[in-house]
């Protein structure tokens, strides 16, 4: 069985940086898709960062561009997420979701993977003074 499992995450003050990662686990994730979500208490999940699976190019949410940058480390089976000058309303819990047949690296953060399988099990970030 596949398995995805996200780390890095913790409490850290506004303006702050943590760098999440995704380990994956039976299954090599350069063939995947890549994404980022976040979902914070009352609030429904939504995409944050997601990487191609072939040509290395990204896709982030309006709300994180210049903040957050997304990488992959194929040789470590990882995928990043470098997250800088954080907010207050960053404060989610964070998981990583594979797909490999999504059509674009913007419809893996639009819509993740119907494959439940495929997500990790979150680790929470929370933005606090």
């Known amino acids: 069985q596949v398995q995805l499992v996200e780390s890095g995450g913790g409490l850290v003050q506004p303006g702050g940086s943590l760098r999440l990662s995704c380990a994956a686990s039976r299954f090599t994730l350069a063939w995947y898709h890549i994404g980022w979500f976040r979902q914070a208490p009352g609030k429904e999940r939504e995409g944050v960062s997601c990487i191609s699976k072939s040509d290395g190019s990204t896709y982030y949410k309006d709300s994180v561009k210049g903040r957050f940058t997304i990488s992959r480390d194929n040789a470590e089976n990882t995928v990043y997420l470098q997250m800088d000058s954080l907010k207050p309303e960053d404060t989610a819990v964070y998981y990583c979701?594979?797909?490999?047949?999504?059509?674009?690296?913007?419809?893996?953060?639009?819509?993740?993977?119907?494959?439940?399988?495929?997500w990790g099990q979150g680790t929470q970030v929370t933005v606090s003074s």
């Open positions: 979701a594979a797909d490999d047949a999504i059509t674009t690296v913007k419809a893996m953060c639009l819509y993740g993977t119907p494959r439940p399988g495929y």
